[in-house]
């Protein structure tokens, strides 16, 4: 750079957003022998010419320095894959595009092969070069500032108009993430957005220390997923994800071993399954019509892809908006301990408000055993608009019973209108079925229905409903220790109940609104309260 004030600008931006604790109030002025502007090293950013070359040169020539900051001016830059190295920062000044080609313009880099772990997980799970930005076994890397990562050339292997997702190999030379991260410590992503990201805007697998911090994720698949991973901290993010999961934390057989997550955060989010994409990040957030054929996914989730452990988990401050509700799920052995999920709002959940599934999908090596859930609390929750076929359900298996579970201070307004035949619907065990809200079919009641459940405590907890509801409020089945106090619930047209208990034993239920108190010690195999 030739320009003083450019080079003052420049070090004082790149110091503010800088892998340093956000705690900082002044870092030290970067030299600039350490910053690494790509148009030096032959980047046009005119949105004709392929850069990926010109933007590799510059991290090589970083790395070979000992590390520094490579600085993206305002501009469209073509990029096939971009190689990340230790101790490298990329900063995206405000203006300034990475755009993906089409693979028949460049070629991304080759998958890695993964005979180990590519078996118990689909595709884009499994693989980490076939990517727009991606790294392996890296220290201290950051990608931060104000510009945009557009996904325009990644696969999704998924179809909108069809509902079609296909786990089929990308072709060579296609990619499929915006950013693949493996084992990969010390990482910041901070105060960028991704548009149209790909199978995956995010794949973080098995990294440690990790800060994703105000970004914005408008994409066409998942918007970040964090797999197998600890010490991670999700704030301020705003994700829009019609067709997947918006925060996705897994513990895949990726890596061709057990890896567990573990000491996660996610807090001050936004989760969205029906905007427009490309609508949150230009702020107008238009509203999907119906032949936009939006999925309605969005949603905070935890499992499906669960042989490693999820223990030690945070969840805060977050809003669900017009998608699907939390999903806590354990189907291929994992352990799920000692999660808190507070300050919660729904708007217009299109499923399970609540989702806690313990099943036997079993999906890996050396035929992994049933997993375990317990010792859950979940509060400070509000829904509303939660659709008529569900319920929030707590579903384990015989003989595995999800465990210590608490719910308070919550509030829950769903449409109503079910059916009084609903109730008597026994749902089927679905063991080994893919863990989905509405696996079970339409739920027999309208407010919780609790399954292979010990030791639940429902508290300050109000749900109604806005049309005529037939259905009880709450079904247990097999369940013991279920305490419900200061409870408000109304109950259902045509004399429906309150509670329907099948197979439960010592039951309590204190000012709840309706009914007189109930202690049940012993056990009971059909009664309705």
């Given at each position: 750079?030739?320009?003083?004030?450019?080079?003052h600008?420049?070090?004082r931006?790149?110091?503010?957003?800088?892998?340093?604790?956000a705690?900082?109030?002044?870092?030290?002025?970067i030299?600039?022998?350490?910053?690494?502007d790509?148009?030096?090293?032959?980047?046009?950013?005119?949105?004709?010419?392929?850069?990926?070359?010109?933007?590799?040169?510059?991290?090589?020539?970083?790395?070979?320095?000992?590390?520094?900051?490579?600085y993206?001016?305002?501009?469209?830059?073509?990029?096939?894959?971009?190689?990340?190295?230790?101790?490298?920062?990329?900063?995206?000044?405000?203006?300034?595009?990475?755009?993906?080609?089409?693979?028949?313009?460049?070629?991304?880099?080759?998958?890695?092969?993964?005979?180990?772990?590519?078996?118990?997980?689909?595709?884009?799970?499994?693989?980490?070069?076939?990517s727009?930005?991606?790294?392996?076994?890296?220290?201290n890397?950051?990608?931060?500032?104000?510009?945009?990562?557009?996904?325009?050339?990644?696969?999704?292997?998924?179809?909108?108009?069809?509902?079609?997702y296909?786990?089929?190999?990308?072709?060579?030379?296609?990619?499929?993430?915006?950013?693949?991260l493996?084992?990969?410590?010390?990482?910041?992503?901070?105060?960028?957005?991704?548009?149209?990201?790909?199978?995956?805007?995010?794949?973080?697998?098995?990294?440690?220390?990790?800060?994703?911090?105000?970004?914005?994720?408008?994409?066409?698949?998942?918007?970040?997923?964090?797999?197998?991973?600890?010490?991670?901290?999700?704030t301020?993010?705003?994700?829009n994800?019609?067709?997947?999961?918006?925060?996705?934390?897994?513990?895949s057989?990726?890596?061709?071993?057990?890896?567990?997550?573990?000491?996660?955060?996610?807090s001050?989010?936004?989760?969205?399954?029906?905007f427009?994409?490309?609508?949150?990040?230009?702020?107008?957030?238009?509203?999907?019509?119906?032949?936009?054929?939006?999925?309605?996914?969005?949603?905070?989730k935890?499992?499906?892809?669960?042989?490693?452990?999820?223990?030690?988990?945070?969840?805060?401050n977050c809003?669900?908006?017009e998608?699907?509700?939390?999903?806590?799920?354990?189907?291929?052995?994992?352990?799920?301990?000692?999660?808190?999920?507070?300050?919660?709002?729904?708007?217009?959940?299109?499923?399970?408000?609540?989702?806690?599934?313990?099943?036997?999908?079993?999906?890996?090596?050396?035929?992994?055993?049933?997993?375990?859930?317990?010792?859950?609390?979940?509060?400070?929750?509000?829904?509303?608009?939660?659709?008529?076929?569900?319920?929030?359900?707590?579903?384990?298996?015989?003989?595995?019973?999800?465990?210590?579970?608490?719910?308070?201070?919550?509030?829950?307004?769903?449409?109503?209108?079910?059916?009084?035949?609903?109730?008597?619907?026994?749902?089927?065990?679905?063991?080994?079925g893919?863990?989905?809200?509405?696996?079970?079919?339409?739920?027999?009641a309208?407010?919780?229905?609790?399954?292979?459940?010990?030791?639940?405590?429902?508290?300050?907890?109000?749900?109604?409903?806005?049309?005529?509801?037939?259905?009880?409020?709450v079904?247990?089945d097999?369940?013991?220790?279920?305490?419900?106090?200061?409870?408000?619930?109304?109950?259902?047209?045509?004399?429906?109940?309150?509670?329907?208990l099948?197979?439960?034993?010592?039951?309590?239920?204190?000012?709840?609104?309706?009914?007189?108190?109930?202690?049940?010690?012993?056990?009971?195999d059909?009664?309705s309260?």
């Amino acid at each position: 750079m030739t320009l003083p004030i450019r080079r003052h600008f420049l070090a004082r931006a790149v110091a503010l957003v800088a892998a340093l604790p956000a705690c900082s109030l002044a870092a030290p002025p970067i030299p600039p022998s350490s910053l690494f502007d790509i148009k030096r090293f032959g980047a046009k950013g005119d949105g004709r010419t392929l850069d990926s070359p010109a933007i590799n040169a510059a991290i090589a020539a970083a790395a070979t320095a000992g590390g520094g900051t490579v600085y993206f001016p305002p501009g469209r830059y073509l990029s096939a894959s971009i190689r990340l190295k230790s101790n490298i920062t990329l900063y995206l000044e405000a203006g300034a595009v990475i755009e993906a080609v089409e693979a028949s313009v460049a070629r991304y880099d080759l998958p890695e092969p993964n005979e180990a772990g590519g078996n118990y997980q689909d595709y884009g799970h499994s693989h980490w070069q076939n990517s727009l930005i991606w790294g392996i076994g890296l220290h201290n890397v950051a990608i931060v500032g104000g510009g945009l990562i557009h996904g325009k050339g990644l696969i999704s292997g998924h179809d909108k108009y069809t509902g079609y997702y296909t786990d089929k190999p990308d072709q060579p030379g296609e990619a499929d993430k915006a950013i693949a991260l493996r084992e990969c410590s010390n990482v910041t992503l901070r105060d960028f957005s991704i548009l149209h990201g790909g199978h995956f805007g995010i794949l973080a697998t098995g990294c440690g220390n990790v800060l994703i911090d105000h970004l914005t994720i408008d994409t066409n698949r998942d918007g970040m997923d964090i797999d197998g991973c600890n010490n991670v901290r999700v704030t301020n993010c705003s994700l829009n994800t019609p067709w997947d999961d918006a925060i996705c934390l897994k513990a895949s057989y990726g890596l061709g071993r057990i890896q567990h997550c573990e000491n996660i955060t996610i807090s001050d989010c936004l989760v969205s399954g029906n905007f427009d994409e490309g609508s949150v990040i230009d702020g107008t957030f238009k509203r999907s019509a119906p032949e936009y054929r939006s999925g309605r996914y969005g949603r905070i989730k935890m499992g499906t892809e669960s042989n490693g452990d999820f223990k030690n988990i945070a969840i805060t401050n977050c809003i669900f908006d017009e998608c699907r509700g939390l999903a806590i799920e354990s189907v291929d052995g994992s352990h799920i301990e000692d999660l808190t999920i507070s300050n919660i709002t729904m708007r217009n959940v299109v499923n399970d408000p609540i989702f806690i599934r313990l099943g036997a999908r079993l999906r890996g090596p050396n035929q992994p055993p049933i997993g375990t859930i317990k010792r859950i609390n979940i509060s400070n929750i509000v829904v509303s608009g939660a659709h008529v076929n569900h319920a929030s359900t707590i579903a384990g298996l015989e003989g595995h019973l999800i465990e210590d579970i608490r719910i308070s201070n919550v509030r829950i307004e769903t449409q109503g209108g079910g059916d009084a035949a609903w109730s008597k619907v026994v749902p089927p065990e679905n063991a080994n079925g893919y863990p989905e809200p509405g696996m079970f079919g339409k739920a027999p009641a309208y407010a919780f229905y609790m399954r292979h459940v010990k030791a639940i405590e429902v508290h300050h907890v109000k749900v109604g409903y806005v049309k005529p509801e037939g259905r009880p409020a709450v079904v247990l089945d097999d369940v013991s220790d279920a305490s419900f106090h200061a409870v408000n619930l109304r109950r259902g047209h045509g004399g429906a109940a309150l509670f329907g208990l099948r197979g439960v034993s010592d039951f309590s239920a204190k000012d709840v609104r309706g009914m007189p108190d109930r202690e049940i010690p012993g056990r009971v195999d059909a009664l309705s309260l």
